[in-house]
């Protein structure tokens, strides 16, 4: 009732603004051109303030090329156009009120664009989008030799805790999306494949904390869309990226990019090899309590961690414009990670007075493997003047392996030595397919509307050898086969309509989920199955208004589900150390959480949001007891959380070579649950992140940039310390503005720990984790090309050429 309610509110909404009459505001149309004289869709085009080029906004241009702007409040101001492998072109001077109705703008590939109007720039680290903010990672100097992990880890508004889940604005549970389609990867798996994964794969991340009904209704904080480079430059070109790196130990990261596009084809090929050496120091004091919370006994233990993580990755594809309205594109890919590793740990357990009861040494070796491959079928169509209709079909395969050997030693005379051994395969499918459909009645009204299709199916198997001495037994009581199998259907319908100075959008999408489990017994246990099936509808949409040409409004809203993956639904037994267990939990229901946001926008100056969100039958990891000294990790329904978060994004100059991006994000957190008895925290966390680019001369520039995390929480039981870092680089243009050289330094005074404090019954932990942050690097890169060939112009030509495109 209350969703329909609410339904109702937003179609009332929508039906008041579009009939509301408005007086009309006196427009320019900026018409882009190619170098054939072509209109050229999609390009970007901003308006900008002549003085010292400030951003006001930009649109993108229609099938004639065209893109509308009202009238901004009286000034000077410059339109500029760009588009991936073309030069951006500035006009001259355009004075408001305008006093023209258009102004033809004509931009040029790369590697035609004469000397005399070249147009040099640099991309800004952060820009804000509607409904989106849009990280360019080769913007930022000492991205360079960082995991995709360690970008996110930096990135505004973005955290990740201990055990790699991440969260965005404050809000758990994201949906990590690579190329707009989901890894279908969770916890430990989704964290091994960012974790090696190269930032030199990657162009741009984009954080979406309220998705239009467009996108998948999965990840309450929102959608983090890692897009991978990929170049459409037309003739033959590529790039060659070298990256070394130094913490403790050696790192690298090689990739090479190529593409060729002639006449109906577009051929590309990304290729990566990274070799990585880490470490992780863990350190954790855990006091047990009895009666009257008095300490009846302490745990000291120390880990030291290293792996070596090979990673390779190859992707391949081909674009066929079959004709001006249809593209038929394929791709493959796939990906090889091999992690070797062995650990070193102590527990000492203590009595209350604090002496020594005795000492037990850990070591264990383990061998993680990750196979993928990924096909991919689409389909472009242009239907008519106005409508248009893509098609996707994604084929996907994981094959993990973990194997790992635990040995247990009592440091004491006549003291046992006991091991366990585990070999824990699985196998992940994935068969999607979806089709989006788009009607664009005039240049202010569209609709969207489509269907997807999903399947997923996993085979996960969980032996366990405990071995003493000579002696080896099958643990039939840990040994596990579980296999799981989940289709999700989905339909959704989008209306986007303009008026004025309003913009609105309205969506609602309906998804239908049904899995089903199946535990394998064995001789001790016995066979067990679940199952679920369940619909629900999403809505979703934003109200956008343009008070002037340099203030506006949006206020966005969506209801959103997190559904519990498949690891957390096993209920086999996971070995984090001797005294320390995780287990699944089939019984976990999903999620269900509404987000709201009201964002205010000042020119490309500030950018204020307050949010608020509220996450019914909230699952959060919990921490067990069971047994003489034994610890549980698991997860399940607890309760509710409401997040209520303010942030505050600055970009400007302060002089013309120094340009300056921050943003402050505050997140109230109130959790309540109950388990085993009631739960109720609470936290005031504030992330501060800054990024100074300082363009030194025309071929050197310089960053400095960190960030700092107060007091976090994102489970009911656990409080994380605060942290942040100082990272630094250079970067050189060389060989005439084809290659560059960087040096970065990250985490220079080494001050990215994750520290906490862990509730548990009758138990408290306080953990510190250090790893290999402070990391050196050097890198290379290189672009290659073959010109295509151009006729020759006078000077005088390029005056003709420059005066009809405007400047």
């Known amino acids: 009732m209350n969703f329909l309610k609410s339904l109702l509110l937003l179609i009332l909404l929508l039906s008041t603004i579009t009939s509301f009459s ?41 099938k004639k090329g065209i893109a509308i702007f009202n009238q901004p409040m009286q000034g000077n101001y410059v339109f500029n156009a760009k588009a991936i492998g073309y030069e951006s072109h500035k006009t001259t001077i355009i004075k408001s009120p305008f006093v023209l109705s258009s102004v033809n703008i004509k931009i040029l590939p790369s590697n035609q664009v004469l000397k005399e ?70 916890g430990s798996d989704l964290t091994g494949l960012l974790s090696s994964m190269s930032s030199s794969q990657v162009s741009q991340i984009e954080l979406i904390t309220n998705p239009s009904a467009k996108y998948d209704a999965s990840g309450n904080g929102g959608i983090i869309n890692i897009k991978t480079k990929k170049n459409t430059q037309e003739g033959f070109n590529g790039s060659i990226s070298i990256i070394g790196g130094w913490s403790r130990d050696y ?25 990585n050496n880490n470490f992780t ?25 290293a792996n070596l993580t090979r990673y390779q990755f190859l992707k391949t594809g081909l674009d066929f414009y079959a004709s001006k309205n249809t593209t038929i594109g ?48 689409n389909l472009k169509q242009t239907i008519g003047t106005n409508q248009d209709l893509s098609f996707d079909l994604d084929l996907l395969r994981y094959s993990l392996n973990n194997n790992q050997e635990f040995n247990n030693k009592l440091l004491t005379v006549n003291g046992y030595n006991l091991g366990t051994d585990m070999d824990i395969p699985s196998t992940i499918k994935i068969f999607s397919v979806k089709a989006d459909h788009t009607i664009h009645f005039d240049k202010d009204t569209q609709l969207e509307s489509g269907f997807k299709s999903s399947s997923i199916s996993t085979d996960n198997i969980a032996d366990y050898v405990n071995v003493n001495g000579l002696v080896r ?23 986007e309509h303009r008026i004025g100075r309003v913009n609105a959008q309205l969506g609602l999408r309906y998804e239908h989920t049904d899995y089903n489990a199946h535990q394998l017994g064995n001789s001790l246990k016995p066979d067990s199955a679940f199952s679920r099936t369940y619909g629900d509808f999403f809505p979703s949409g934003y109200l956008s208004y343009n008070v002037d040409s340099i203030n506006t409004l949006t206020l966005t809203a969506s209801r959103r589900i997190d559904r519990p993956v498949y690891q957390k639904l096993n209920p086999f037994i996971f070995i984090v150390n001797k005294y320390t267990l995780q287990r699944g939990n089939p019984y976990i229901l999903p999620q269900y959480s509404w987000n709201m946001e009201i964002t205010h926008r000042f020119k490309h100056f500030i ?24 610890l549980i990790y698991t997860d399940g329904n607890v309760g509710r959380m409401d997040n209520l978060g303010v942030s505050v994004s600055l970009q400007f100059l302060p002089v013309k070579w120094w340009s300056f991006n921050g943003q402050g994000n505050f997140n109230y957190k109130k959790l309540e649950g109950y388990q085993n008895i009631n739960y109720q925290s609470s936290v005031n966390q504030f992330q501060f992140s800054a990024n100074n680019q300082f363009n030194i001369t025309k071929t050197l520039n310089a960053e400095l940039s960190g960030y700092y995390i107060t007091k976090a929480r994102n489970d009911l039981q656990e409080l994380l310390y605060p942290t942040g870092q100082v990272s630094a680089g250079l970067s050189k243009s060389i ?25 548990f019954p009758q138990a408290q932990e306080y953990f510190k984790l250090t790893r290999d942050s402070r990391l050196f690097v050097v890198s290379f890169n290189y672009r290659f090309g073959k010109p295509l060939k151009v006729t020759k112009r006078s000077n005088g030509g390029a005056i003709e050429e420059m005066k009809r495109a405007g400047s």
């Open 735 to 759: 060989l005439k503005g084809r290659g560059s050289l960087k040096f970065s330094a990250r985490d220079i005074f080494f001050t990215q720990t994750m520290e906490g404090l862990t509730d």
């Open 330 to 377: 394929l791709s493959l890919s796939g990906t090889l990670i091999k992690r070797e590793g062995n650990s070193d740990a102590i527990a000492t357990w203590k009595k209350a007075s604090g002496s020594v009861d005795s000492t037990i040494s850990t070591v264990s070796n383990s061998l993680f493997k990750f196979r993928n491959g990924a096909a991919n079928i």
């Open 251 to 275: 790192k690298n990261n090689n990739s090479l990019l190529l593409n060729y596009k002639r006449g109906k084809i577009n051929a590309f090929t990304t290729a990566s090899y990274n070799t």
């Open 22 to 62: 408005q007086k009309k505001v006196k427009t320019i149309k900026v018409i882009v051109l190619n170098e054939k004289n072509i209109p050229f869709q999609n390009a970007t085009v901003e308006l900008l303030y002549s003085k010292n080029l400030g951003f006001i906004k930009a649109a993108k241009t229609d």
């Open 117 to 186: 109007i070249t147009v040099e720039g640099h991309k800004s680290p952060i820009q804000h989008i509607q409904g989106k903010i849009v990280l360019n990672v080769d913007a930022v100097i000492s991205n360079t030799g960082t995991t995709v992990l360690e970008l996110l880890e930096k990135s505004p508004g973005v955290m990740v805790d201990k055990e790699g889940s991440i969260s965005l604005q404050g809000k758990s549970t994201v949906l990590v999306m690579i190329d707009g389609k989901p890894t279908y990867l969770s």
């Open 281 to 305: 120091d863990i350190s954790a004091f855990r006091s047990y309590f009895g009666q009257n919370n008095a300490v009846t006994g302490l745990l000291d233990q120390s880990t030291a961690i």
């Open 607 to 630: 950018t204020t949001t307050v949010s608020y969100s509220v996450i019914k039958n909230y699952f959060s990891q919990l921490f067990l007891s069971e047994g003489t000294n034994i």
């Open 473 to 495: 037994s099958v643990d039939l009581n840990r040994s596990n086969h579980f296999q799981y199998k989940e289709n999700i259907n989905a339909l959704y319908s989008s209306f």
